[in-house]
């Protein structure tokens, strides 16, 4: 296939890393749910008390671990993914809360570096291939798509206030806790970084239930269980609140597996030439 001059490959160096896999951090079991339709799974593994998989996205082998939620999460999950399967890139796939009022409820994003506070150093290769990720967001005519680099917190920024406060601050136009140690864990090791995450909560909405859902997120105790249905049970205006999350996350997941299976032929040729 002839790509447009904007998807053309990003050499970074004289060898095709096509044969090789590309490694793929996803926080929540419930994501992978919705976003494995848009793999071919063959194997499934542990990494180190995490799920690990292996597969091909189109043509492109893959290896898929679900890290869990959090900075430090991330970062066990990616070196651990990188010393077993050596992949020639690194991407991060999931929810996003947005930072832009532009953004609605299920836009995608395309990311080439992530940041955090007090760290917003992309190198060269980063804006190269941000511009790369520009020509697959121009050819998906059928989803608003974006590229903009991912801010990583150390916590879930719930409130609108802190949102606006942020994107003034660092421009990114959207957040997550996981992005920012994948994408130091790439530039280590001298590969690619990509983010491709879809829209939960816009920059006006506020996340409501925290108090449940943060020690749920968190926590990797079986008991998180139990816990967060006494909550609701004890606190019935809960329902409303995880029903209306559970629905916003249902429109992202929806529409990032349909973004990736209707994409598949132009990220898969720009990653296996990364």
């Known amino acids: 296939m002839v790509l447009p001059e904007r998807l053309q490959p990003l050499t970074m160096g004289d060898s095709s890393n096509s044969s090789m896999d590309t490694g793929i951090i996803i926080a929540l079991p419930t994501e992978w749910g919705y976003f494995r339709k848009a793999f071919h799974v063959h194997h499934e593994h542990h990494l180190g008390g995490r799920r690990h998989y292996k597969g091909r996205f189109g043509r492109l082998p893959i290896a898929v671990v679900l890290g869990g939620v959090g900075k430090q999460n991330a970062m066990e999950a990616a070196h651990r993914l990188c010393e077993t399967d050596q992949p020639a890139a690194l991407i991060t796939m999931g929810y996003a809360g947005a ?134 049970a004890t606190n019935p205006r809960f329902i409303w609140d995880l029903a209306m999350l559970n629905h916003d996350a249902m429109v992202a997941g929806r529409n990032l597996t349909h973004f990736l299976k209707c994409n598949s032929a132009n990220l898969g040729s720009l990653l296996s030439h990364l």
């Open 99 to 232: 930072l832009s009022p532009e953004l609605k409820r299920g836009d995608i994003i395309l990311s080439s570096y992530a940041i955090t506070e007090g760290q917003a150093n992309p190198q060269p290769t980063d804006l190269a291939l941000a511009e790369q990720l520009k020509g697959v967001a121009d050819e998906s005519h059928e989803h608003h798509v974006y590229v903009s680099p991912i801010y990583t917190a150390d916590k879930i920024v719930a409130r609108h206030e802190e949102k606006r406060q942020i994107f003034k601050d660092t421009h990114a136009q959207i957040v997550d806790m996981e992005s920012y140690p994948v994408y130091m864990e790439a530039r280590k090791r001298e590969i690619p970084f990509i983010g491709i995450h879809a829209i939960t909560d816009t920059a006006e909405e506020d996340i409501p239930a925290l108090e449940i859902i943060n020690p749920f997120l968190t926590s990797d105790s079986l008991w998180r269980y139990p816990k967060i249905f006494w909550d609701i």
